[in-house]
């Protein structure tokens, strides 16, 4: 506990100095933006401001990325409560019960859930990174095939059990979906599945193009149909705040969705996306009122959103713990630092002797 409590010192004299700041509050602001527009999502917008980083030292960099993969995770709700459009795959289940707040006239509401849900469950897998990561990430190297089949096959299922209705649609769903998954390259033989000879769908059909159209495309047809445009709503500034009724019905999903983020994103993989499907189905199960998901249910938009930023650290663990990523994006973060922290080679003296009109200048 001793040792803990003097890296956590160590970190807090590392992270509050004035330039370290000043990266997480940037890498915040264009994670957040990057978050709203649709397609793009949190590994394109770090790929992208990849180069941004190159003349910065390690710890600065990393927490630039960082910031950018935060601010990502909450931006994409932005587009998803007020357009029906998820700015990353992880904002999608937000969409449900976010635009229907919206069009409630809840969507202030909406948001400042998502914000207090995403900086609970921030502040709690902060300590649970410094508390949990050993043992976790441990854990989390014992997966192997076998381990990995068991749980995907537990995920279909549960999914299938929680959301509701008739077993054998809900089977065929997740049938449907395993089906779409298989488009493209199989990485272990290379074999081209389910391409007929489009070579665009060698890398599969991407979650963020299919939950636009799913979502977007739909609402944009939609609205263009109706002979007489929807009315634009102006609430009052005292109903952009959540009620206390709407405080009540979220505070337990997000404490939920806060544990499933975290333990689910220890998991190699699209944590983030899974857990936000997993924490939704969780809440519409053990709901009271489980008819009003889909119709603007405050859990709905809860329980989601915390668990998507939580899954964000729990992806941290195996990273920062033994230098294994969990996924494509801590992989990019990690070669971020990887790059930096390891010299760059330079010839040997005796190979190149010092030129006597160079040794005397400042830069030698």
Request: hydrophobic letters at 50%.
């Amino acid at each position: 506990m001793a040792e803990t409590l003097q890296n956590l010192g160590l970190g807090f004299s590392v992270a509050l100095q004035p330039a370290v700041l000043l990266y997480a509050f940037a890498g915040c602001v264009v994670g957040t933006l990057v978050g709203v527009l649709p397609g793009v999502g949190p590994l394109a917008g770090i790929s992208l401001l990849l180069p941004a980083t190159f003349g910065l030292t390690a710890t600065n960099a990393i927490v630039m990325l960082a910031g950018i993969y935060y601010g990502a995770m909450y931006g994409g709700s932005t587009t998803s409560i007020l357009m029906r459009i998820p700015g990353e795959a992880a904002s999608v289940m937000t969409c449900i019960d976010g635009y229907a707040m919206a069009r409630k006239g809840r969507a202030g509401a909406a948001l400042a859930i998502a914000a207090v849900g995403s900086f609970i469950a921030g502040t709690v897998r902060v300590v649970a990174l410094m508390l949990l990561a050993p043992p976790l990430a441990r854990f989390a190297l014992r997966f192997g095939p076998p381990e990995y089949f068991a749980l995907l096959l537990l995920g279909l299922l549960v999914l299938a059990y929680m959301s509701g209705g008739s077993m054998v649609k809900s089977l065929a769903m997740a049938v449907l979906g395993l089906l779409l998954g298989m488009i493209g390259i199989d990485q272990m033989s290379g074999y081209f599945r389910f391409s007929y000879g489009i070579v665009e769908l060698g890398d599969g059909l991407g979650v963020v193009p299919i939950a636009v159209g799913l979502f977007g495309i739909a609402e944009v047809l939609a609205t263009a149909g109706q002979e007489v445009p929807p009315q634009v709503l102006k609430p009052k500034l005292r109903e952009l705040l959540p009620s206390r009724r709407e405080w009540r019905e979220s505070l337990m999903p997000m404490g939920r969705g806060t544990v499933l983020g975290f333990l689910i994103g220890v998991i190699p993989g699209s944590a983030h996306i899974i857990s936000s499907f997993v924490s939704y189905a969780v809440e519409r199960r053990l709901s009271r009122h489980p008819e009003e998901f889909g119709e603007g249910a405050v859990a709905g938009v809860a329980g989601p959103e915390s668990a998507n930023n939580a899954a964000t650290s729990g992806a941290f663990v195996p990273m920062l713990a033994l230098g294994v990523p969990s996924g494509p994006i801590p992989a990019v973060m990690l070669a971020a630092r990887a790059s930096r922290s390891s010299p760059r080679p330079t010839r040997s003296s005796a190979a190149r002797p010092p030129s006597p009109w160079t040794s005397s200048l400042p830069w030698r």
